[in-house]
């Protein structure tokens, strides 16, 4: 999972991208990354870490430009954490491109033999993004005909794009000499919209992930990217759009809903937060169906995500709510991180417990999603350590039984606690007195419910229907044995000035 932002502008944007990246920092917390673009020259710097640490004001000065590309990383499954692999991504022929993109491509191995064997380009890291990267600058390429690029071959080079790529990715990519390039995968599983920002110079547009990094940096929200569409920002500001997809259709990923995307963001015409509130309510018709509501003293929230399901099912059930569960703000997510020792500390330094609030209580905790249970179990511990007298735990997703191959790097399916156990074996192996799941219909429904046009979501990792069609056994086996959690470099960064012809060939 990753966080992207693009932005064409009328005075320096190095400032208006660090600040969007941060506002996005919540979509990975591995690496970043910003490209900008100034006369025959692109400008790029990206290092490990956080953005507030990876970028100071000799990084931010060596930044100048009035349109750009930026990036949050955290690795996905097959990846490495080597620097090289940070974004955005860079090529100069045949023309120059800074690219970041979010998702995962499930065909990648297949496009690199190809681009090798057929296309003559060359990759020089195991990351999906730079194959697509190199397959755009060769549609481009081939788009063009050996001449400059208008809007109709952008467009054409977009959809050969759709035709031969697989997989879930929103791409921003910037153009050297003509401009910023917007795109979305036909099923739409990965989110990208698009904002404005109105100066006396003329508009200025941005591309990002989320709404949110539009609205907190002063652009107003003006609509998604829909699937399949490709959106084309020139120099002077203009702006074209075209459905690039012959098979587009909205699909997108119920996690982002769940657990990934910030509460106060607007993902295809549904807020983010009543999604969540809704949950809370779907799920607390599912908690009074299975326990017995007088056993319950409080209701407590896992944070953060899970607040406003939380909250929704304290009311909705007429249950005393309360936080007795501290975050440290300071921690990255558990689920990602590698080696089990490691899962295991992280979780006690990142919450604490208010002995208070669970002394001599039944106390229902309740958590956006279950991956591993290594955070549940340890959580749990902590609750009857406070001296909760029972813990019942509540989960606002259903049981996670497969791997997500479209960009969220969960576990293979046999570290999943879901996989080959009931629900009352998992409460067992996470310490629990009772569980509670969300029905996967009603989780899907919460969102429906407040965007009908919603006909389907992406919920391979619930329910194992991957809709690009091309996930086997043999896949999923294969990106199991690709994993390598271990894998723990330190860099102090990368730095590039490159520069660049408008029709370098």
């Not at 208006?16 to 400008?43: E, M, P, V």
């Not at 990351?127 to 081939?142: G, I, K, M, T």
């Not at 500001?237 to 809903?257: H, K, T």
Request: aromatic share 8%.
């Amino acid at each position: 999972m990753c966080g992207i932002v693009g932005v064409m502008g009328r005075g320096p944007v190095n400032q208006l991208l660090y600040d969007s990246l941060l506002l996005l920092q919540h979509r990975g917390q591995d690496a970043a990354g910003i490209a900008t673009a100034q006369g025959n020259q692109f400008n790029m710097y990206k290092a490990h870490g956080l953005v507030r640490d990876v970028f100071r004001t000799r990084n931010m000065r060596s930044l100048p430009g009035t349109s750009g590309v930026g990036q949050v990383r955290y690795p996905t499954a097959g990846s490495s954490d080597s620097e090289e692999e940070a974004q955005p991504f860079y090529v100069n022929a045949p023309f120059g491109i800074m690219m970041t993109h979010n998702g995962n491509l499930t065909n990648w191995r297949e496009l690199r033999e190809s681009l090798f064997r057929v296309d003559r380009r060359h990759i020089n890291t195991n990351s999906d993004s730079e194959v697509l990267l190199n397959v755009l600058a060769h549609e481009l390429q081939s788009a063009a005909n050996g001449v400059s690029l208008d809007d109709d071959a952008i467009f054409r080079a977009v959809g050969a794009v759709h035709r031969r790529v697989k997989g879930a990715y929103a791409v921003i990519a910037q153009i050297a000499g003509y401009g910023l390039l917007g795109f979305r995968d036909p099923n739409g599983i990965r989110p990208l919209c698009l904002g404005r920002m109105e100066t006396d110079e003329g508009d200025e547009w941005m591309l990002a992930s989320e709404s949110v990094a539009l609205e907190g940096s002063g652009f107003s929200f003006v609509r998604d990217i829909a699937p399949g569409e490709a959106v084309f920002v020139d120099l002077d500001g203009r702006i074209v759009s075209r459905q690039c997809s012959e098979n587009a259709q909205l699909v997108p990923c119920i996690f982002e809903y769940v657990y990934f995307a910030r509460p106060d963001s607007l993902m295809d015409g549904v807020s983010v937060y009543d999604a969540r509130l809704r949950m809370g309510e779907y799920l607390a018709d599912n908690v009074a169906r299975r326990l017995r509501l007088g056993d319950i003293d409080v209701v407590m929230p896992i944070p953060d995500s899970s607040r406003p399901a939380a909250m929704q099912l304290a009311a909705r059930l007429n249950l005393d709510y309360r936080e007795g569960l501290i975050k440290n703000r300071y921690v990255g997510r558990t689920f990602i991180m590698p080696g089990q020792a490691v899962r295991k500390k992280s979780v006690r330094q990142k919450l604490n417990a208010i002995g208070m609030e669970f002394k001599g209580k039944n106390v229902l905790l309740v958590d956006d999603s279950i991956v591993r249970g290594t955070t549940s179990r340890e959580i749990v511990d902590m609750a009857r350590a406070a001296g909760a007298n029972k813990v019942y735990f509540a989960s606002a997703a259903p049981p996670v039984r497969f791997p997500n191959v479209y960009g969220i790097d969960m576990p293979t399916q046999k570290e999943l606690i879901a996989t080959g156990r009931t629900d009352e074996e998992i409460a067992r192996t996470i310490g629990a007195d009772a569980l509670v799941y969300q029905d996967l219909h009603d989780m899907q429904q919460a969102v429906r419910d407040l965007n009908p046009a919603m006909a389907r979501f992406e919920a391979s990792c619930f329910d194992g229907q991957y809709v690009t069609g091309d996930i086997t056994p043999e896949y999923l086996e294969r990106l199991g044995q690709s994993r390598n959690q271990d894998e723990n470099q330190e860099s102090g960064g990368l730095q590039f000035n490159m520069g660049y012809a408008a029709n370098d060939a």
